[in-house]
């Protein structure tokens, strides 16, 4: 059973300060959490409908969640997982917001794919678009891996040539920017923050959560943002130069656990991925 313990996050950020304020948290419903997570590469025109503007406007607002989610069906990356995750649970709507967490977060819906279930996906998907490096592809689904983002991330992008055209960026940049990743806000000045979190780091053959650094990421371009009110302390997923949410105690301990057993699993590979992209 796929479930992470209270260690499982130790070693990311501290707790979040408590300045005796009760934080409210506001529930998003899946398909604007979806937006939250999609947008930062949509705005880098990487995946999704050529309106950004629009799903950052929508994702901010929270209103129009039918036409949100008609923006989601069309990220051809993501979209397929999520409908992987529903009907492997038995959940009629892919942007239901359990299915959308256990993707781009981690939750317990990630253990009801079976990894023949999870393998047979990729082959439709991948298998002729990656030719004969489909087989070291999906390789990494009995090595351990599991659907969430992290898994298309280092798992899928080094063999479909995603890192050697159409993204800026070294490959270790790029894989470090497209996962999901956590932090704590050092820093709020206006629309941007700082933040401290870890980085990939890469010994030539092995991707690893490197030591804690503080870099800049946006919360919100001219006043209009994804999360909600961010203060110092919080801590928060990060998706290319984006906050995309607070994450709950509970929900770093998923993001961890699922970005660290996604990189075990490509690790233990004879060829990882990442590796023949980055010593490329």
Do not use: K
Not at 28 to 43: D, I, M, Q, T
């Amino acid at each position: 059973m796929i479930r992470p313990t209270r260690s499982d996050a130790l070693d990311g950020p501290g707790p979040v300060v408590d300045d005796g304020v009760t934080r409210s948290e506001t529930i998003a419903p899946g398909p604007v959490l979806f937006a939250r997570y999609a947008y930062p590469p949509n705005s880098l025109g990487y995946c999704g409908p050529g309106d950004p503007a629009a799903l950052l406007g929508a994702a901010s607002e929270g209103t129009d969640v039918a036409g949100l989610g008609h923006l989601a069906a069309r990220f051809e990356g993501a979209w397929p997982y999520l409908q992987l995750l529903a009907a492997c649970s038995g959940i009629g709507d892919p942007l239901d917001r359990r299915v959308v967490e256990a993707y781009w977060v981690g939750n317990d819906l990630l253990a009801r794919v079976p990894p023949s279930t999870l393998a047979s996906s990729l082959g439709e998907r991948f298998e002729q678009r990656s030719g004969r490096r489909f087989e070291s592809l999906v390789s990494a689904v009995p090595a351990g891996g599991i659907p969430q983002h992290s898994f298309h991330v280092f798992a899928v992008y080094p063999w479909l040539g995603l890192l050697r055209a159409g993204m800026d960026g070294p490959p270790m940049e790029v894989l470090d920017r497209c996962r999901i990743r956590w932090g704590r806000i050092e820093t709020v000045d206006g629309d941007l923050v700082t933040v401290t979190s870890r980085a990939l780091s890469f010994d030539g053959s092995r991707l690893a959560l490197g030591p804690n650094r503080v870099e800049q990421a946006r919360r919100s371009l001219d006043g209009i943002g994804l999360s909600d009110d961010l203060r110092p302390g919080d801590v928060v997923s990060l998706h290319w130069d984006w906050v995309c949410d607070r994450l709950s105690p509970a929900a770093l301990r998923w993001l961890r656990y699922c970005t660290v057993r996604n990189l075990d699993a490509v690790n233990s590979l004879a060829v990882p991925g990442p590796a023949a992209v980055c010593d490329a």
